[in-house]
């Protein structure tokens, strides 16, 4: 199993849904959570973050942590055009003083007009 | 700034043939890494470093090898180059610790015919 899995989609839906991207984890030493935003033929550039569980908003993007289930949460409210991208979670805890994220595989989102 | 910066940003390579992937960021950052991105599979940590001088392997280093004499740079190099090495390379650098965020280059597309 690996640490973090992360459906690859693609997901497809109609401009203005709500689309939710979810990941879910093994190690329970995760404690800081984020999620990166890859444009095609771009590199991955941070999104949002979250440290421990709980909830963070930031405009149409909220992210979730539910460490007792190990799982979190991407939501984009009313999506548009320009969100069509792959999304990667990300996490990290410290590791022989180090703290190097493991990523997911990406979900790529398409939305459509 | 410039932020992180990759050089070249396409290469064709003959099996066999060794070349240096280079990485430079301005933002003097402690840690730098070099990460593989295959068709939906996410990105894989290659090498990485938490400062100058100091190297460490990541989850897929055979084939590649680093070093880092400078703050500033972080090349990584291919020596043989095989098929299975066609990918995109991504550099990217951080401050380090838990809540850090990891800044990427643009990639270097390479291909191994």
């Known amino acids: 199993q690996k640490e973090v899995e992360q459906d690859p989609g693609p997901l497809s839906v109609p401009e203005g849904a709500i689309v939710s991207l979810n990941c879910t984890y093994s190690?329970?030493?995760?404690?800081?959570f984020m999620w990166y935003r890859q444009y095609s033929r771009k590199g991955p550039e941070l999104l949002m973050y979250?440290?421990?569980?709980g909830n963070k908003e930031d405009g149409r993007f909220t992210a979730q942590v539910d460490k007792s289930s190990k799982y979190i949460s991407l939501f984009i409210r009313d999506s548009q055009p320009s969100d069509s991208a792959t999304y990667l979670c990300?996490?990290?805890?410290?590791?022989?003083?180090?703290?190097?994220?493991?990523f997911g595989r990406g979900t790529s989102l398409i939305v459509h007009p | 700034n410039a932020g992180v910066t990759q050089t070249p940003k396409f290469r064709i390579l003959k099996i066999g043939q060794s070349m240096t992937l280079q990485c430079a960021q301005d933002?003097?950052?402690?840690?730098m890494y070099w990460y593989r991105q295959d068709p939906g599979m996410g990105l894989k940590l290659i090498y990485y470093?938490?400062?100058?001088?100091?190297?460490d392997k990541g989850e897929v280093p055979n084939g590649y090898n680093v070093s880092r004499s400078t703050t500033e740079d972080f090349p990584l190099r291919l020596e043989l180059a095989a098929p299975s090495q066609t990918s995109v390379y991504f550099c990217?650098?951080?401050?380090?610790?838990?809540?850090?965020?990891?800044?990427f280059g643009p990639g270097t597309r390479l291909t191994v015919l």
């Open positions: 990217a650098s951080s401050l380090g610790g838990l809540t850090d965020t990891q800044y």
């Open positions: 190690n329970s030493a995760f404690q800081y």
């Open positions: 979250t440290y421990s569980s």
């Open positions: 990300a996490m990290s805890t410290a590791s022989g003083g180090s703290y190097i994220p493991t």
């Open positions: 933002m003097n950052h402690n840690y």
């Open positions: 470093s938490v400062g100058a001088g100091i190297t």
